[in-house]
């Protein structure tokens, strides 16, 4: 009896299967993921051409699975794959446009099926000597008409199908064809389904000649996506080779086609670096085999990941870098997706630089994900260093209640309802920790901690954030954290949020505990910390509705209608953190019912048109009513009248009385409308043609342009008109002329930046200012010249600015630069001076150096390249006419932060003055940060000392009165040696 056994991934679950069939039985072993072979399974449907020498095995439904089929000259039969039930019944498609080849064992012709068009599928192929065709997978069994992809230069006598391979050696997802010659190979690549290359030649290692003794393969030997070639000479004792055709310049073997790096020509460089996801398990297999645990991979492929991104500022030489770390790669096999990892490890920069004073200790941040695994990974990884912190219940799968508008529970969902649930809640993240990873603190410091919790309506399923945990620590108080809880706790039938509550914890800590440091100051600190406010539970609690327009030909879903807040105070001895969950809060008789509620904000939102609640498809809003007095507010006016005249007054200066909701109840409140406006129609695109703030004040008017993008005149209350220009090119205005009839001018370049302005008018009758924009203005090759004839530069206007476009494009990089001249006087003034300002930036676009013209006098001398002359190490002073004053420099750490601010000097040019090498002389002060980035000690120019210091419920600020003492033992210390 015949047995064909066969090793494939036939269920698409993304690993092998081990095949074993026979005429009468047919069955399966799968690979389990800890590489052990499951029980074996018989196929319910297994047809008998299985066994048929014309089967083939090939994606031809286009479902990612292997089918079976038999392929005629004129027809195919196929047998479509039904995963872990086998093989469909036979469907015959007819092929009428021409012949297809057929599988034989001919060395004249290979008969296959390859992906030589890069579509992602299999196509049937056949190579002989001369050509080879393609007949196009057009999906269920279906070929297109055979076209002619590429020639080849062979012979009919010498050519041999045997030493044909086809493998994707450059990771493009088209196949290359290689054949195999005594003395070496010809390589023919794939031009990404156009076609191939001209073939080059690749010699086989020295002493080696191939022959059928010899084995020739293509495997992904690093998980990298692209075949590597790998030869094994058995004689005379076995040998092995691998070649690769996918390494940079640097000799390294890397996927191509990824992006690597990144010029902006502004002085801002990127670059991008990769790592294969099987390099990425072998690190969390080492990691888990060291921590003792079973070491299982979930991702039977490679994937590609991005694990570092440099951002470079080429003018500073500021550095920034973000490493990545991928844990709990998941694959699902019953959905065949691809469903990313379940932790990432992201750290704001590199440690190795801690030696730099200025280097400020890196954040590690860790992501946990739902990667939709069902049954769920259990979480054992997460920091246990607060032995009290609350952690969320699990997840909840309801169904929306259409009658009540509640949710109810599912509690005896089965297997599929609970995959379906974990497909939803992927890429959710679950939970997130923040470390600083300071080398002078071991373990790292907690920072703080997220956790989430979420429901799942059962509709077309739908991921509802339901809990969010919060804790904030700083370093030595991991028992003293601040805690915010948010809940929702209902939601309509389209998912916007009905009713939600937020938890402020008390203070874990009372004033009777001990201190956690040994430091008097911090002890005395901490003591005076304490508050009685700080011992309650502070719960917000909100209400709201929506409006939803959901008919076929007006969808709009999740207008604002009304909102209610509230506020409740619960002292620290009659509630504990384990009560606050959402299964008490959505109880209706449970224990936060019937807490005393303080009324915080109560709002509605109507629509031009509409009753209350309603509103249409344009949703032109009316107006706003807010409530924003109460009988606690009124009751400032009981000594000076009574409630009836006191409720007069109230309607005559706009108030009105507004009635309660969410829910309604016997508060006496009054508020305030506001936004009113009529709109025009729609040909006028719904604009507001009139509004007022509130009925308080007069109506202001609008009026349009011709195409309805601007306002072109307002005219107010008191009749003052105000008008306005556009410049269409731009869409900025360039000419406003407001009530008194005085007129400001702008002009703008390419990008719509302005590069002149202007303005004039008349004063006691007279005419003044400056003239109108001529909008020619005047080309400058650089900013720099600019300041060299400002008179000509700015002309008659007020003010003009100019514009660095390509000086960073050189290898020299020179940061780009600005000028901005203004005028003081009108041009008719023969005493008019122009004020000269330069700006320039670094390639991060922030603000590098500043430099105004000022007077005459003494200044540093600049050299024709920007940089200080120095005379014995330190800076030339000259006479300078004119003179510059040279903003202070400033240099950033290693997560772009402000470390060294130094004091401004004078110059004697207008060029960037590259002041690095005054940077041991100059004056400066030190900032110093912790690893979030706040700032916490300033060594001030003279030594002086200012900290802060940052605890959960405090905050230290200390001067340089409050360190005097500090800084005075340490430099006697210093004298000491």
């Not at 297809?100 to 001919?106: A, F, H």
């Not at 990824?258 to 991008?272: I, R, T």
């Not at 209608?561 to 299964?583: K, V, W």
Request: include cysteine; hydrophobic fraction near 35%; charged fraction near 25%.
């Amino acid at each position: 009896t015949p047995v064909r056994q066969v090793l494939t991934d036939l269920t698409g679950d993304g690993r092998l299967d081990w095949v074993v069939a026979q005429p009468g039985m047919a069955g399966f072993f799968t690979l389990n993921p800890d590489r052990s072979w499951s029980n074996y399974a018989t196929f319910s449907a297994f047809p008998t051409e299985f066994f048929h020498p014309q089967g083939q095995m090939a994606d031809l439904v286009g479902d990612g699975v292997t089918d079976l089929a038999l392929i005629g000259p004129r027809s195919v039969r196929l047998y479509a794959n039904r995963r872990a039930d086998g093989f469909a019944a036979a469907v015959d498609i007819p092929h009428d446009e021409d012949r297809l080849p057929l599988l034989s064992d001919s060395s004249t012709e290979l008969v296959a099926f390859s992906d030589l068009l890069g579509t992602g599928q299999q196509h049937l192929i056949r190579i002989r000597h001369n050509e080879i065709r393609v007949w196009p997978n057009l999906g269920r069994g279906r070929f297109g008409k055979g076209q002619l992809f590429a020639t080849l230069p062979y012979t009919y006598e010498v050519f041999d199908s045997s030493q044909v391979r086809l493998a994707d050696l450059d990771g493009s997802g088209a196949s290359d064809v290689l054949y195999l010659q005594a003395d070496g190979f010809q390589v023919f690549m794939n031009r990404g389904g156009n076609g191939l290359a001209a073939p080059f030649d690749q010699p086989w290692p020295e002493g080696v000649r191939y022959d059928r003794f010899c084995q020739f393969s293509a495997v992904d030997l690093l998980g990298l996506g692209f075949s590597s070639l790998v030869l094994t000479v058995p004689h005379m004792a076995p040998r092995h080779w691998s070649l690769y055709y996918a390494e940079d310049r640097a000799g390294s073997v890397r996927k191509p086609y990824l992006l690597k790096a990144s010029d902006n020509n502004l002085g801002a460089a990127g670059e991008v670096s990769y790592r294969s996801s099987a390099q990425e398990w072998l690190d969390e297999k080492n990691e888990l085999r060291t921590a003792g645990s079973v070491a299982v991979s979930e991702l039977p492929f490679p994937v590609h990941v991005v694990v570092r991104q440099t951002m470079q500022d080429k003018v500073t030489g500021n550095t920034l870098t973000q490493l990545f770390r991928y844990r709990q790669g998941f694959y699902d096999p019953r959905e065949r997706e691809f469903r990313g990892f379940g932790l990432l490890l992201q750290t704001d920069t590199e440690t190795s630089s801690q030696d730099q004073e200025d280097f400020t200790a890196p954040v590690l941040n860790k992501t946990w994900f739902h990667t939709g695994r069902y049954p769920a990974r259990p979480c054992t990884d997460h920091d246990r260093s607060d032995l009290l912190a609350r952690l969320p219940g699990e997840h909840v799968l309801s169904r929306l209640d259409a009658a009540t508008q509640q949710e109810l529970p599912i509690t005896d969902a089965d297997d599929a309802t609970l995959q379906e649930m974990a497909r939803a809640l992927s890429g959710s993240v679950l939970r997130s920790e923040v470390f600083g990873l300071d080398a002078s603190q071991r373990p790292p410091v907690l920072y703080s901690t997220r956790s989430c919790r979420y429901l799942v309506r059962q509709l077309q399923v739908l991921p509802l954030s339901l809990e969010v945990i919060t804790y904030r620590y700083e370093a030595d108080e991991l028992e003293d954290p601040m805690c915010e809880h948010s809940l929702n706790l209902a939601w309509d039938r389209y998912g916007s949020t009905l009713h939600s509550v937020s938890v402020n914890y008390a203070r874990r800590k009372k004033p009777g505990d001990a201190p956690p440091f040994a430091d008097p100051h911090q002890q005395q600190w901490w003591e005076a910390s304490h508050d009685d406010a700080q011992q309650q539970f502070y719960l917000n609690e909100m209400h709201a509705e929506a409006i939803h327009l959901d008919s076929p030909q007006s969808w709009r879903l999740g207008l604002p209608y009304r909102t209610r807040g509230d506020a409740m105070l619960i002292p620290a001895s009659a509630l504990t953190p384990a009560q606050i969950s959402y299964e008490q809060f959505a109880d209706p008789p449970g224990p936060f019912a019937t807490l005393p509620r303080t009324l915080t904000s109560l709002s509605v939102q109507r629509y031009i048109g509409c009753g209350d609640g309603e509103a249409t498809f344009q949703a032109l809003a009316r107006r706003v009513e807010t409530a924003e007095l109460d009988d606690h507010a009124l009751s400032a006016y009981e000594r000076v009248m009574d409630s009836v005249t006191l409720a007069e007054k109230l309607v005559e200066i706009g108030y009105q009385q507004m009635p309660s909701f969410l829910p309604a109840d016997s508060l006496n409140l009054w508020s305030v409308k506001r936004g009113f406006a009529p709109y025009a129609g729609q040909e006028h695109f719904f604009h507001p043609t009139q509004f007022r703030p509130t009925r308080s004040h007069g109506w202001s008017l609008v009026e349009y342009d011709a195409y309805h993008l601007f306002a072109t005149r307002i005219t107010d209350p008191a009749g003052c008109v105000t008008t306005a220009e556009y410049d269409y090119r731009v869409l900025q205005p360039k000419r406003i002329i407001d009530p008194n009839q005085n007129s400001q001018e702008a002009d703008y370049d390419a990008f719509g930046r302005i590069w002149a302005t202007s303005f004039y008018g008349t004063e006691l009758g007279e005419a003044v200012g400056f003239p109108p924009l001529n909008r020619a203005g005047h080309y400058w090759a650089s900013a720099g010249e600019v300041a060299l004839q400002p008179e000509y530069a700015l002309d008659r206007q007020a003010s003009a600015l100019y514009y660095d476009g390509n000086t960073a494009l050189g290898q020299v990089h020179i940061p780009l630069a600005t000028a901005a001249l203004a005028a003081d006087r009108y041009p008719e003034d023969l005493d008019r001076q122009i004020r000269i300002s330069m700006a320039s930036i670094d390639g991060f676009g922030r603000t590098l150096q500043t430099r105004q013209k000022v007077e005459d006098g003494n200044a540093y001398s600049v050299d024709e390249w920007g940089n200080l002359e120095l005379v014995d190490g330190r800076p030339k002073i000259v006479h300078a006419s004119p003179r510059w004053r040279v903003s202070e420099r400033v240099e950033y750490n290693n997560k772009g932060l402000a470390v060294r601010v130094y004091r401004p000097y004078f110059a004697n040019s207008h060029l960037y003055v590259n002041d690095a090498s005054i940077r041991s002389q100059n004056i400066v002060d030190k900032q110093f940060y912790d690893p979030l980035g706040r700032p916490t000690i300033t060594i001030t120019a003279k030594g002086w000392m200012r900290r802060q210091t940052y605890r959960v419920w405090y905050t230290i600020s200390e001067d340089e009165n409050d360190t005097a003492e500090e800084v005075l033992a340490a430099r006697k210390a210093a004298e000491r040696g």
